[in-house]
């Protein structure tokens, strides 16, 4: 890309935020954003987050429950979606009470916006959404965090533009997540250049682990994924230096009803978590970045 396109940016710098007793910053430890794809019943939500709260407070990291309860941007007509706005954010309510853990979901619709905020510590936009002004507005308008999802059709420096959508309402709460660049058809690739470009738009950086490596509609019906390269890529993006690490996970990988292929097990999230926040402490306690 010629020089003279790329934006000047600024130093590393960025701003850190609280989100409950967490503080969430490129320089702060580590924090996970962990949980289920989709909101298959509250009975399995329930479930995923109590294993891993123990396995986060074993760990002693911070972490921050995520799930959605609609996946409006399925590859089929067919696709599991979601129970929906209402019965979702009614069970949202009850888990996190239950846990005592922050609570991040997708906003698709800026009409959901101030309802999901009741629940919601953070307000996340989907991808594929990241250019939708008016969803941006009414997120930032709604006083909660925003975590914006650079789509995979941008590169990391065009980010800025939904950063300054947000921001136009005041609201400077704000996280930027990287989940990988259409290369070609049905593959993503993650350049790690992008974490240190996101960085300095000043805002705290998050990795999403799994979407990734998705393989968008690699299953012809239904979007594919190679969870195995997972584990690698946080690894190496807590080398460059992240404020968290996004990721799904199951119990079952294979018979989740959304983003199965490209989901953690939920038996090697430890391990995962282990090995990551290893990483992590060395960098930021070396002064690495």
């Not at 507005?137 to 420096?157: D, E, H, M, T």
């Not at 299953?219 to 994924?225: E, I, K, N, V, Y």
Request: glycine share 10%; charged share 25%.
């Amino acid at each position: 890309m010629p020089a003279r396109t790329r934006p000047v940016l600024g130093d590393a710098a960025s701003r850190s935020l609280d989100i409950g007793a967490a503080r969430v910053g490129n320089r702060a430890p580590l924090i996970f954003i962990a949980g289920l794809c989709a909101l298959e019943s509250g009975e399995l939500l329930d479930r995923v987050g109590r294993h891993l709260k123990r396995v986060f407070e074993t760990a002693g990291a911070s972490w921050i429950l995520k799930c959605s309860f609609d996946k409006a941007n399925r590859t089929s007509l067919k696709s599991f979606r979601g129970p929906g706005l209402s019965k979702g954010l009614e069970l949202f309510a009850k888990i996190k009470k239950a846990l005592g853990v922050p609570f991040l979901t997708d906003v698709h619709e800026a009409s959901q916006a101030a309802r999901v905020a009741r629940v919601a510590d953070i307000l996340q936009i989907p991808a594929f959404l990241c250019r939708q002004t008016d969803l941006l507005v009414a997120c930032g308008r709604a006083g909660k965090a925003v975590n914006i999802k650079k789509g995979q059709f941008l590169s990391p420096w065009d980010i800025r533009n939904a950063v300054e959508k947000v921001e136009s309402t005041g609201n400077r709460r704000i996280l930027l997540t990287e989940r990988g660049t259409t290369f070609g058809y049905g593959n993503l690739v993650v350049d790690m250049r992008s974490l240190e470009i996101m960085k300095r738009l000043g805002y705290p950086v998050i990795y999403d682990a799994t979407h990734s490596v998705q393989l968008p509609g690699g299953l012809g019906h239904a979007t594919g994924g190679e969870r195995a390269f997972a584990a690698p890529l946080a690894r190496a993006a807590a080398a460059v230096g992240v404020a968290g690490i996004f990721m799904e996970t199951h119990p079952h990988p294979d018979r989740a009803k959304s983003d199965g292929p490209n989901s953690v097990p939920l038996s090697e999230v430890e391990t995962i978590v282990r090995s990551v926040s290893a990483i992590d402490r060395l960098i930021k306690n070396g002064a690495l970045l």
